[in-house]
């Protein structure tokens, strides 16, 4: 039989903006929850089960299939029963294990819950309901010095029955883990022969609860999914400089969680903050409303809508599992991923930790817009681009040699988690204009004024036909090993490669990470296919131009539409990558 402790949960807000959570604590017995067999399950492996930038995610019906999520799961307990530098054994470990609330998290949780029980580990932590965003399940890896977690999301893909599941695993350090364990995973799931799973019935993950398995060999926690992160922003921002100063500029926010898992968090935080009200659709949903939770200007165009036409000053949006955001100023001003991060970091002092703690370096993914690269440069910190994959950002934070860092995929974020960090990332904005005291289009414009302005755009091209998508990559992977037709065609190409990195804090080579045409006065045409989608291949084309004005001319040159600025480059690259040919796409599918 298992004892059950159940914990009631109070959060108290105060007027200062601070909240308190209390927990008052009962043990009783569950006799639904019998003492544990542990089954061995004979399997075959799965030809399909190599994970991308994030994890492994599938259509739902794959991920139902007999065994197919227990193979990848235990494939992932073998890979990580050697323990990394710092790390202790699995066994007896804790672990952390929630989800963005899309389909089949409710079941996967349950899983994974029986199948760490029966590879040895001791504790998991679970979030209310299974729900945990990521970057609050890294802060929970890192705060209660667990040995990893599994985080249940297919991020931005939609969700549903027919849509897209995804699970990754987090190690110690609360970040993805590195490509030598993901290469360990996959070698496993191609040779796997059984699982082992625990044999009790499915646990009461509905409040917070722990249930204790074998008199003690297994205990399950089950937490508030807020609290700790909750607890985390408060440490590292201001609430009560930021709550004085949405109330004396009666500024008005517009938050959308889009029915992802930032709901919850986003109402704690902005209720503390004097702003619950402006927090919208911050129920998570399986299907999360059946929109597409993708923080972006097509897919959230119901916020895009909302501050072209109405009097809020600042708009947010946040993907499904809360880590990627979209910040909008008035009238719907748009800020790209890549001039966010850099402002975050030239306002670094208006954010009490970075205040206090310094900058101890800077780094950006290497399609992104290259604003931060001279903001690094002024302030004499280290910059390091690096692959797409936030792994690469936690090596350099684990050796402090970053702090803050940043994706063109509307992903920000810094060293007091190991993901990105959307409700984070808001915050920092807020701070931002609170002491400024400006607006978020007077915070843009004087950033370009100081810095020049990248012109960037991203084109999407989704779902393309693989083959197709290949070629075009076959196509251009011939000026690679041949750059000199392409430089000697008149357009001012410098060069043409293959991005590579070598990754500084442990040697590891990271190679064809995407396909670079740099110009001579430093424009950049990047192409890559994604590794988060489900199915098929998506194509991105990046285009990335500067423009520093010469003193004394008519800022509006920065107010140039971006497109506009950017359509010469655009042509260009959809000549070059032959990409309309290769796909049979005339248009994509989102132009951010």
């Given at each position: 039989m298992?004892?059950?402790?159940r914990?009631?949960v109070?959060?108290?807000?105060h007027?200062?903006g601070?909240?308190?959570?209390?927990h008052e604590s009962?043990v009783?017995?569950?006799?639904?929850?019998?003492d544990t067999?542990?089954?061995?399950?004979?399997?075959?492996?799965?030809?399909?089960?190599a994970?991308g930038?994030?994890g492994?995610?599938?259509?739902?019906p794959?991920?139902?299939?007999?065994?197919?999520?227990?193979?990848?799961?235990?494939?992932t307990f073998n890979?990580?029963k050697?323990?990394?530098?710092?790390?202790?054994?699995?066994a007896?470990?804790?672990?952390?294990?929630g989800?963005?609330?899309?389909y089949?998290?409710?079941e996967?949780a349950?899983?994974?819950?029986k199948?760490?029980?029966?590879?040895?580990?001791?504790?998991?932590?679970?979030?209310?309901?299974?729900?945990?965003?990521t970057p609050?399940?890294s802060?929970?890896?890192?705060?209660?010095?667990?040995r990893?977690g599994?985080?249940?999301?297919?991020?931005h893909?939609p969700?549903?029955?027919?849509e897209?599941?995804g699970?990754?695993y987090?190690?110690?350090?609360?970040?993805?883990?590195p490509?030598?364990?993901?290469?360990?995973m996959?070698?496993?799931?191609?040779?796997?022969?059984e699982y082992?799973?625990a044999?009790?019935?499915d646990?009461?993950?509905?409040?917070?609860?722990?249930?204790?398995?074998?008199?003690?060999?297994?205990?399950?926690?089950?937490?508030?999914?807020v609290?700790?992160y909750?607890?985390?922003?408060?440490?590292?921002?201001?609430?009560?400089?930021?709550k004085?100063?949405?109330a004396?500029?009666?500024?008005?926010l517009?938050?959308?969680?889009m029915?992802?898992?930032?709901?919850p968090y986003?109402?704690?935080?902005?209720?503390?903050?004097?702003?619950?009200?402006?927090?919208?659709?911050?129920?998570p949903?399986e299907?999360?409303?059946?929109g597409?939770?993708?923080?972006?200007?097509?897919?959230?165009?119901?916020?895009?809508?909302?501050?072209?036409?109405?009097?809020?000053?600042?708009?947010?949006?946040?993907?499904?599992?809360?880590?990627?955001?979209?910040?909008?100023?008035?009238?719907?001003?748009?800020?790209t991923p890549?001039?966010?991060?850099?402002?975050?970091?030239?306002?670094?002092?208006?954010i009490?930790?970075?205040?206090?703690?310094?900058?101890?370096?800077?780094?950006?993914?290497?399609?992104?817009?290259?604003?931060?690269?001279?903001v690094a440069e002024?302030?004499?910190?280290?910059?390091?681009?690096?692959?797409?994959?936030w792994?690469?950002?936690g090596?350099l934070?684990?050796?402090?040699?970053l702090?803050?860092?940043?994706?063109?995929?509307?992903g920000?974020?810094?060293?007091?988690?190991?993901?990105?960090?959307?409700?984070?990332?808001?915050?920092?904005?807020?701070?931002?204009?609170a002491?400024?005291?400006a607006?978020i289009e007077?915070?843009?414009t004087a950033?370009?004024?100081?810095?020049?302005r990248?012109?960037?755009t991203?084109?999407?091209?989704?779902?393309v036909?693989s083959?197709?998508a290949?070629?075009?990559?076959a196509?251009l992977?011939?000026?690679?090993?041949?750059?000199?037709?392409?430089?000697?065609?008149?357009?001012?190409?410098k060069?043409?490669?293959d991005?590579?990195y070598?990754?500084?804090?442990?040697?590891?080579v990271?190679?064809?990470?995407?396909?670079?045409?740099?110009f001579e006065?430093?424009?950049?045409?990047?192409f890559?296919?994604?590794?988060?989608?489900?199915?098929g291949?998506?194509?991105?084309?990046?285009?990335d131009?500067y423009?520093?004005?010469?003193?004394?001319?008519d800022?509006?040159?920065?107010?140039?539409?971006?497109?506009?600025a950017l359509k010469?480059?655009v042509?260009?690259?959809l000549?070059?990558s032959?990409?309309?040919q290769?796909?049979g796409?005339?248009?994509?599918?989102v132009?951010?």
């Amino acid at each position: 039989m298992a004892t059950v402790m159940r914990t009631s949960v109070r959060t108290t807000f105060h007027a200062d903006g601070r909240v308190n959570t209390t927990h008052e604590s009962s043990v009783s017995k569950d006799d639904a929850a019998a003492d544990t067999a542990v089954e061995v399950v004979q399997t075959t492996p799965f030809d399909d089960q190599a994970p991308g930038t994030s994890g492994l995610r599938k259509k739902v019906p794959i991920f139902q299939q007999p065994h197919y999520l227990e193979n990848f799961v235990q494939s992932t307990f073998n890979a990580v029963k050697t323990p990394l530098d710092n790390e202790g054994p699995l066994a007896g470990s804790t672990l952390v294990v929630g989800g963005d609330g899309r389909y089949l998290v409710k079941e996967a949780a349950q899983t994974i819950l029986k199948m760490a029980c029966a590879n040895g580990v001791g504790r998991v932590i679970v979030g209310t309901n299974g729900i945990l965003s990521t970057p609050a399940v890294s802060a929970l890896i890192r705060r209660k010095k667990c040995r990893g977690g599994f985080i249940l999301t297919a991020s931005h893909n939609p969700g549903g029955p027919k849509e897209d599941f995804g699970i990754k695993y987090n190690i110690s350090n609360g970040g993805p883990a590195p490509d030598g364990v993901t290469d360990k995973m996959v070698a496993e799931t191609k040779s796997i022969t059984e699982y082992r799973i625990a044999q009790f019935p499915d646990l009461d993950l509905s409040q917070p609860t722990t249930h204790v398995i074998d008199g003690g060999k297994f205990v399950v926690t089950v937490v508030d999914s807020v609290a700790d992160y909750l607890e985390l922003m408060q440490e590292l921002f201001d609430f009560a400089a930021i709550k004085a100063h949405i109330a004396q500029a009666k500024l008005q926010l517009r938050i959308d969680c889009m029915h992802g898992v930032a709901g919850p968090y986003a109402t704690a935080i902005f209720t503390a903050l004097g702003a619950g009200d402006s927090v919208v659709n911050n129920v998570p949903l399986e299907d999360f409303g059946g929109g597409h939770p993708d923080p972006n200007l097509t897919y959230a165009k119901n916020l895009v809508d909302d501050m072209k036409s109405g009097p809020y000053d600042l708009g947010a949006a946040f993907d499904g599992d809360a880590d990627r955001n979209m910040i909008l100023g008035k009238g719907g001003f748009f800020i790209t991923p890549s001039d966010s991060v850099a402002i975050i970091a030239a306002n670094a002092d208006c954010i009490p930790y970075l205040k206090k703690g310094g900058i101890k370096g800077l780094s950006r993914s290497m399609p992104t817009g290259a604003a931060l690269d001279r903001v690094a440069e002024k302030l004499g910190v280290p910059f390091f681009e690096v692959p797409t994959g936030w792994k690469y950002f936690g090596n350099l934070m684990d050796a402090e040699k970053l702090t803050i860092c940043g994706e063109e995929s509307f992903g920000t974020g810094s060293s007091h988690v190991r993901e990105k960090d959307g409700v984070w990332a808001v915050l920092c904005w807020l701070s931002i204009l609170a002491t400024r005291k400006a607006t978020i289009e007077e915070v843009c414009t004087a950033f370009w004024s100081e810095y020049g302005r990248n012109f960037f755009t991203r084109y999407d091209y989704e779902g393309v036909e693989s083959k197709g998508a290949n070629d075009m990559v076959a196509l251009l992977q011939t000026h690679v090993a041949d750059p000199s037709k392409l430089v000697g065609s008149g357009r001012d190409i410098k060069t043409v490669d293959d991005f590579a990195y070598t990754d500084i804090t442990n040697g590891e080579v990271a190679t064809k990470k995407g396909i670079r045409i740099l110009f001579e006065k430093g424009d950049r045409i990047i192409f890559r296919l994604s590794g988060t989608g489900s199915s098929g291949a998506t194509v991105r084309m990046y285009v990335d131009s500067y423009l520093k004005l010469a003193d004394g001319s008519d800022p509006a040159g920065y107010s140039r539409p971006v497109q506009d600025a950017l359509k010469e480059l655009v042509e260009i690259a959809l000549e070059i990558s032959q990409l309309k040919q290769y796909t049979g796409r005339n248009e994509p599918t989102v132009i951010t």
